[in-house]
C-alpha cells in the first residue's frame, strides 16, 4: 500500500496531492490560442480577450493526477508518482497569482470564490467516506476516522499528520482514508496567507511600487520556505512532506512563473522568443516525467529532489504563453484524454483514496491490478460530483460573496455533524471510552500460565477502547527522534543510592511498569534511558520516519554509554529492545561493541528477549472480530529473529543474566502465537505490549533478573525452570528450542 512519506522505505503516509484548484481558472496570456476551438473558451462570466483559457494546463492536471493514481494502484514502473502534489501546488500558485493580479477583487470575494471552488465537492466526499467506514470499518478505525474527519472539514488535516507521522509508535499504522485532505489543508492555508498579502499590497500600493512588492514577497516567501523544505526533510520527513511551510516554495515557483508570463506575451511573437520559450516547454515536460519513472520511496523528498519537477512545472506554465502551435510541448499538453484526466482531477482525487484504502482496511493487502480497477471505478462518482454539485455550485447560483461563503460554512458544518455521527456509534460500538487504566490481574511468577492460580478475567483487558492507549508511564522519556540524549527520568524511590536503569528503544521502553514494579518493592530508584527506533546494539540503522540514517540515534547511545560510565554505579543495568536492526550477522557485531562497554562498568547486566512480532494492529484487528479471544493469530515463524544473547551464546560470554518471555506469550509448537491470552489483550499496536501486561509480567521479572542479582550469569528461561548454567537459558539452549 502507498504510504505517506515516499522516501521512507517502509510503509507510511502517502503522498496524495492537492489539486484543489484544478477546474479552470482564467490566466492572463494575452490573446487566445486560435488552433483549437475548444481551447479558445474562456472562463465564464469573464471578458473575452482580457483572458484566455490554457488548455496545456489542463493537460498537465491531467499527468499529475495520473501518475498520483498510478503510484496509489501501485502501477510497477510509476514508483515516482508521487512528484505529482508538487505539479499541482506549482499550478495552484501560477493561477491563484494570475487570479489576483490580473483582476480587481476584494477579500470576501476571493474567499467566496474559494469556498464555493473548493468546498462543496470535499464536503460531499467527507459525508460519503464517513457513511461507508461507519458500514464498512471496524469499530476502532471508525474512531480514528472521526477525528480525521474532524481535522479534515477544519481544514487542517496536514498538522495532524504531521502529529501522527512524527509519532514513532502511531506511523505504525494504516493510513486513513482521509489522508489524501492535507494537501486541501496545505492549500487553503496558502490561499488565506497570498489571498491577504497579495489583496492587502493591492489596497496600499499602485504600479510599479505594487508589482516590486508582489516579486519580493514572492522571492522572500519562496526563499525562506525552501530553506525549511530542505531542513526539514533531513531532521523529520513527515514534517517536510505534509506541513505549509515547507511547501510554500513550490506555490512560489508557480507564482513567479505567473509574474514573468506578463512580460512574455508581448515578446511572445520574436522568433527567438517563440525558440526559446518551445524549448522551455519541452525541457520542463521532460523535468516533470523523469522523476516519475525515476523516484521512488527511498528518494528523501521533497528536499532538493522536488527542484526538477516544480520547476520543470514551472517551465511548462511559463512556455505556454502565447499560441499554442504543432511542435510546442502544449500542444501535447491539450489533447483531449489528458484535458478529460485534468477536468475530472479534483473530484477523481477526492473520491479514489477513499476507495482504495477501505477496500484494502475491508480485504486485505490487494493486487496492483484490482488497485487500478479500483481507481478507474472511483471515476464515475467524480464524474457525478463534478456534474451535479462541483459545476452547479461554482456557476448556477448568485455571485454574491454572501452567498459563496454560505456555501463554504454548509460545507464545513455538514461534514462536522457526520464525524460527531460516527465517532458516537463507534463509542457505542466498542462499549465505552479509552479511560483510565484499570488495575492489571496477578500475575504469576513462574510456571506456564500468565496470571496468578485462582485469577481470572471475564472481560477483555484492557478493553478495545483502552488498547491503543494502554502505555507506559513516563512517556515523555521516550525522547523525539531528533534529540540525542536522554533527560533525568527517574521513578520510585528517586533519592535511593540504588537504582535500576532500564536501557534501550521503544520495545525497552514497554516495560517501565514492570521495571518500576520491582524497583518499588526494593525501595529503590528506576532510570529510564530509551530512544524509539534506535538499537542499543552499536550499529547505525536507517529511520523510516526521519526518512535518512539515524545520525541521532549514534550520538545518544554514546552519550548514554559515556553517562552511565562517569555517574554513580547502578544496582542493574536492565537491557530490552527490538531484535530486527539489521542482519544476524550486524546484531552479533553491534552488540559485542555495546557489551564490551557496559561489562567494564563493573554493574550486573540483565537482559530481556524481545517479545513476539504481530506485525498487524492487534486492536483494530480484535474490534474487527467482534473482540473474539481466538481470533487474530499471528504466524511463530515471523514472530520470532535469532537472538544473539539468548540464541548466539553472548550472554554466557558476557555474564548477562536473560529472561525470555517468548515461550510465555507463545505457547507450545503450533504454527501461530494468540494475540489474546487467558484473557489479557497482549498487544496496543503491530508490535508493543501492552501496559496491562506489562504489569502482569512484574512478579517473573522480580523473581527471573533480580532474585539473586549478585551472582552475574545466572538466566532464567522457560516458564517454570529454574536457572541452569551461568549464561544460558534454562529449556531454551539455542535457536532450535525457541518458538
Same mark, same amino acid.
Given at each position: 500500500?502507498?504510504?505517506?512519506?515516499?522516501?521512507?522505505?517502509? %510503509?507510511?503516509?502517502?503522498?496524495?496531492?492537492?489539486?484543489? /484548484?484544478? $477546474?479552470?481558472?482564467?490566466?492572463?496570456?494575452?490573446?487566445?490560442?486560435?488552433?483549437?476551438?475548444?481551447?479558445?473558451?474562456?472562463?465564464?462570466?469573464?471578458?473575452?480577450?482580457?483572458?484566455?483559457?490554457?488548455?496545456?494546463?489542463?493537460?498537465?492536471?491531467? +499527468?499529475?493526477?495520473?501518475?498520483?493514481?498510478?503510484? #496509489?494502484?501501485?502501477?510497477?514502473?510509476?514508483?515516482?508518482?508521487?512528484?505529482?502534489?508538487?505539479?499541482?501546488?506549482? +499550478?495552484?500558485?501560477?493561477?491563484?497569482?494570475?487570479?489576483?493580479?490580473?483582476?480587481?477583487?476584494?477579500?470576501?470575494?476571493?474567499?467566496?470564490?474559494?469556498?464555493?471552488?473548493?468546498?462543496?465537492?470535499?464536503?460531499?466526499?467527507?459525508?460519503?467516506?464517513?457513511?461507508?467506514?461507519?458500514?464498512?470499518?471496524?469499530?476502532?478505525?471508525?474512531?480514528?476516522?472521526?477525528?480525521?474527519? +474532524?481535522? &479534515?472539514?477544519?481544514?487542517?488535516?496536514?498538522?495532524?499528520?504531521?502529529?501522527?507521522?512524527?509519532?514513532?509508535?502511531?506511523?505504525?499504522?494504516?493510513?486513513?482514508?482521509?489522508?489524501?485532505?492535507?494537501?486541501?489543508?496545505?492549500?487553503?492555508?496558502?490561499?488565506?496567507?497570498?489571498?491577504?498579502?497579495?489583496?492587502?499590497?493591492?489596497?496600499?500600493?499602485?504600479?510599479?511600487?505594487?508589482?516590486?512588492? +508582489?516579486? $519580493?514577497?514572492?522571492?522572500?516567501?519562496?526563499?525562506?520556505?525552501?530553506?525549511?523544505?530542505?531542513?526539514?526533510? #533531513?531532521?523529520?520527513?513527515?514534517?517536510?512532506?505534509?506541513?505549509?511551510?515547507?511547501?510554500?516554495?513550490?506555490?512560489?515557483?508557480?507564482?513567479?512563473?505567473?509574474?514573468?508570463?506578463?512580460?512574455?506575451?508581448?515578446?511572445?511573437?520574436?522568433?527567438?522568443? !517563440?525558440?526559446?520559450?518551445?524549448?522551455?516547454?519541452?525541457?520542463?515536460?521532460?523535468?516533470? &516525467?523523469?522523476?516519475?519513472?525515476?523516484?521512488?520511496?527511498?528518494?528523501?523528498?521533497?528536499?532538493?529532489?522536488?527542484?526538477?519537477?516544480?520547476?520543470?512545472?514551472?517551465?511548462?506554465?511559463?512556455?505556454?504563453?502565447?499560441?499554442?502551435?504543432?511542435?510546442?510541448?502544449?500542444?501535447?499538453?491539450?489533447?483531449?484524454?489528458?484535458?478529460?484526466?485534468?477536468?475530472?482531477?479534483?473530484?477523481?482525487?477526492?473520491?479514489?483514496?477513499?476507495?482504495?484504502?477501505?477496500?484494502?482496511?475491508?480485504?486485505?493487502?490487494?493486487?496492483?491490478?484490482?488497485?487500478?480497477?479500483?481507481?478507474?471505478?472511483?471515476?464515475?462518482?467524480?464524474?457525478?460530483?463534478?456534474?451535479?454539485?462541483?459545476?452547479?455550485?461554482?456557476?448556477?447560483?448568485?455571485?454574491?460573496?454572501?452567498?459563496?461563503?454560505?456555501?463554504?460554512?454548509?460545507?464545513?458544518?455538514?461534514?462536522?455533524?457526520?464525524?460527531?455521527?460516527?465517532?458516537?456509534?463507534?463509542?457505542?460500538?466498542?462499549?465505552?471510552?479509552?479511560?483510565?487504566?484499570?488495575?492489571? %490481574?496477578?500475575?504469576?511468577?513462574?510456571?506456564?500460565?500468565?496470571? &496468578?492460580?485462582?485469577? !481470572?478475567?471475564?472481560?477483555?483487558?484492557? @478493553?478495545?477502547?483502552?488498547?491503543?492507549?494502554?502505555?507506559?508511564?513516563?512517556?515523555?522519556?521516550?525522547?523525539?527522534?531528533?534529540? /540525542?540524549?536522554?533527560?533525568?527520568?527517574?521513578?520510585?524511590?528517586?533519592?535511593?543510592?540504588?537504582?535500576?536503569?532500564?536501557?534501550?528503544? @521503544? #520495545?525497552?521502553?514497554?516495560?517501565?511498569?514492570?521495571?518500576?514494579?520491582?524497583?518499588?518493592?526494593?525501595?529503590?530508584?528506576?532510570?529510564?534511558?530509551?530512544?524509539?527506533?534506535?538499537?542499543?546494539?552499536?550499529?547505525?540503522? !536507517?529511520?523510516?520516519?526521519?526518512?535518512?540514517?539515524?545520525?541521532?540515534?549514534?550520538?545518544?547511545?554514546?552519550?548514554?554509554?559515556?553517562?552511565?560510565? @562517569?555517574?554513580?554505579? %547502578?544496582?542493574?543495568?536492565?537491557?530490552?529492545?527490538?531484535?530486527?536492526?539489521?542482519?544476524?550477522?550486524?546484531?552479533?557485531?553491534?552488540?559485542?561493541?555495546?557489551?564490551?562497554?557496559?561489562?567494564?562498568?563493573?554493574?550486573?547486566?540483565?537482559?530481556?528477549?524481545?517479545?513476539?512480532?504481530?506485525?498487524?494492529?492487534?486492536?483494530?484487528?480484535?474490534?474487527?472480530?467482534?473482540?473474539?479471544?481466538?481470533?487474530?493469530?499471528?504466524?511463530?515463524?515471523?514472530?520470532?529473529?535469532?537472538?544473539?544473547?539468548?540464541?548466539?551464546?553472548?550472554?554466557? !560470554?558476557?555474564?548477562?543474566?536473560?529472561? /525470555?518471555?517468548?515461550?510465555?506469550?507463545?505457547?507450545?509448537?503450533?504454527?501461530?502465537?494468540?494475540?489474546?491470552?487467558?484473557?489479557?489483550?497482549?498487544?496496543? /499496536?503491530?508490535?508493543?505490549?501492552?501496559?496491562?501486561?506489562?504489569?502482569?509480567?512484574?512478579?517473573?521479572?522480580?523473581?527471573?533478573?533480580?532474585?539473586?542479582?549478585?551472582?552475574?550469569?545466572?538466566?532464567?528461561?522457560?516458564?517454570?525452570?529454574?536457572?541452569?548454567?551461568?549464561?544460558?537459558?534454562?529449556?531454551?539452549?539455542?535457536?532450535?528450542?525457541?518458538?
Amino acid at each position: 500500500m502507498p504510504t505517506a512519506v515516499p522516501p521512507s522505505s517502509a %510503509p507510511a503516509p502517502v503522498p496524495v496531492p492537492g489539486p484543489a /484548484d484544478l $477546474l479552470p481558472e482564467v490566466v492572463r496570456v494575452g490573446r487566445e490560442p486560435a488552433t483549437s476551438r475548444s481551447a479558445a473558451v474562456a472562463d465564464r462570466g469573464q471578458p473575452r480577450g482580457r483572458a484566455a483559457f490554457r488548455p496545456d494546463i489542463e493537460g498537465l492536471r491531467g +499527468i499529475a493526477v495520473l501518475s498520483v493514481l498510478a503510484f #496509489h494502484a501501485a502501477v510497477p514502473g510509476l514508483t515516482g508518482g508521487y512528484v505529482g502534489v508538487d505539479v499541482f501546488f506549482v +499550478i495552484s500558485g501560477f493561477l491563484i497569482t494570475g487570479l489576483l493580479v490580473g483582476r480587481p477583487l476584494g477579500l470576501w470575494d476571493f474567499a467566496a470564490r474559494r469556498a464555493r471552488r473548493i468546498l462543496p465537492a470535499a464536503a460531499t466526499v467527507l459525508v460519503a467516506t464517513a457513511a461507508a467506514g461507519g458500514a464498512l470499518l471496524d469499530p476502532l478505525r471508525g474512531t480514528d476516522l472521526a477525528r480525521d474527519l +474532524i481535522a &479534515a472539514a477544519g481544514q487542517f488535516a496536514n498538522w495532524r499528520f504531521v502529529g501522527q507521522q512524527t509519532d514513532y509508535l502511531a506511523a505504525e499504522r494504516d493510513p486513513s482514508p482521509l489522508q489524501h485532505f492535507w494537501s486541501l489543508g496545505v492549500e487553503n492555508q496558502f490561499y488565506l496567507l497570498w489571498g491577504v498579502l497579495l489583496l492587502g499590497l493591492a489596497r496600499y500600493l499602485h504600479g510599479r511600487r505594487r508589482t516590486l512588492a +508582489i516579486a $519580493l514577497a514572492t522571492a522572500g516567501t519562496g526563499g525562506v520556505s525552501l530553506v525549511l523544505c530542505l531542513r526539514w526533510t #533531513h531532521t523529520s520527513a513527515p514534517l517536510a512532506y505534509f506541513s505549509t511551510g515547507s511547501r510554500l516554495w513550490e506555490f512560489a515557483a508557480g507564482a513567479s512563473a505567473a509574474l514573468l508570463g506578463g512580460a512574455l506575451v508581448t515578446r511572445g511573437e520574436r522568433r527567438s522568443v !517563440r525558440w526559446s520559450l518551445r524549448l522551455l516547454g519541452w525541457l520542463g515536460l521532460a523535468a516533470v &516525467a523523469a522523476p516519475v519513472l525515476l523516484y521512488d520511496r527511498s528518494t528523501p523528498f521533497p528536499g532538493s529532489a522536488a527542484l526538477l519537477p516544480v520547476l520543470g512545472t514551472a517551465a511548462v506554465l511559463l512556455a505556454g504563453h502565447g499560441p499554442l502551435r504543432a511542435p510546442d510541448a502544449g500542444r501535447l499538453l491539450a489533447a483531449r484524454p489528458l484535458r478529460a484526466a485534468g477536468r475530472l482531477s479534483y473530484a477523481w482525487y477526492l473520491w479514489h483514496w477513499p476507495v482504495l484504502t477501505i477496500a484494502q482496511a475491508r480485504y486485505g493487502a490487494l493486487p496492483w491490478t484490482t488497485l487500478a480497477a479500483l481507481t478507474a471505478a472511483s471515476a464515475l462518482p467524480a464524474w457525478l460530483t463534478l456534474r451535479l454539485v462541483e459545476q452547479p455550485l461554482r456557476y448556477g447560483s448568485s455571485p454574491a460573496p454572501r452567498r459563496g461563503l454560505a456555501v463554504g460554512a454548509s460545507a464545513l458544518v455538514i461534514p462536522l455533524i457526520a464525524a460527531l455521527t460516527l465517532g458516537g456509534g463507534t463509542v457505542r460500538a466498542l462499549g465505552g471510552t479509552a479511560d483510565a487504566p484499570a488495575a492489571a %490481574p496477578a500475575g504469576a511468577a513462574d510456571g506456564p500460565a500468565l496470571l &496468578a492460580p485462582g485469577t !481470572r478475567v471475564l472481560t477483555l483487558t484492557p @478493553s478495545l477502547a483502552r488498547a491503543r492507549e494502554d502505555f507506559p508511564p513516563g512517556k515523555g522519556c521516550e525522547i523525539p527522534l531528533n534529540a /540525542d540524549s536522554s533527560p533525568r527520568c527517574l521513578f520510585g524511590t528517586e533519592d535511593s543510592p540504588d537504582r535500576i536503569v532500564l536501557l534501550g528503544d @521503544s #520495545h525497552a521502553g514497554q516495560w517501565i511498569s514492570a521495571a518500576l514494579a520491582v524497583a518499588e518493592q526494593r525501595h529503590w530508584a528506576l532510570e529510564v534511558l530509551v530512544k524509539p527506533g534506535c538499537p542499543l546494539a552499536t550499529l547505525t540503522v !536507517r529511520n523510516n520516519v526521519l526518512g535518512r540514517t539515524f545520525d541521532e540515534c549514534d550520538r545518544w547511545r554514546e552519550n548514554t554509554l559515556t553517562r552511565l560510565t @562517569s555517574g554513580p554505579k %547502578p544496582r542493574l543495568v536492565l537491557m530490552a529492545g527490538l531484535n530486527r536492526y539489521g542482519s544476524q550477522e550486524e546484531r552479533t557485531e553491534g552488540w559485542i561493541r555495546t557489551l564490551d562497554r557496559l561489562t567494564a562498568l563493573g554493574t550486573p547486566l540483565a537482559y530481556l528477549g524481545d517479545t513476539p512480532m504481530p506485525g498487524k494492529d492487534i486492536p483494530t484487528c480484535l474490534a474487527a472480530s467482534d473482540g473474539r479471544s481466538d481470533a487474530c493469530f499471528f504466524p511463530r515463524d515471523t514472530a520470532f529473529e535469532p537472538d544473539p544473547l539468548l540464541d548466539g551464546g553472548l550472554a554466557a !560470554r558476557y555474564g548477562v543474566r536473560t529472561l /525470555d518471555l517468548g515461550p510465555l506469550l507463545c505457547p507450545g509448537t503450533g504454527p501461530s502465537c494468540p494475540a489474546v491470552l487467558e484473557g489479557v489483550v497482549l498487544y496496543r /499496536d503491530t508490535g508493543h505490549i501492552t501496559d496491562t501486561l506489562a504489569r502482569v509480567l512484574a512478579p517473573r521479572l522480580d523473581r527471573g533478573l533480580l532474585g539473586t542479582v549478585g551472582a552475574p550469569g545466572a538466566s532464567v528461561g522457560a516458564p517454570g525452570a529454574s536457572p541452569g548454567a551461568p549464561g544460558t537459558s534454562a529449556g531454551t539452549s539455542g535457536p532450535a528450542a525457541r518458538p
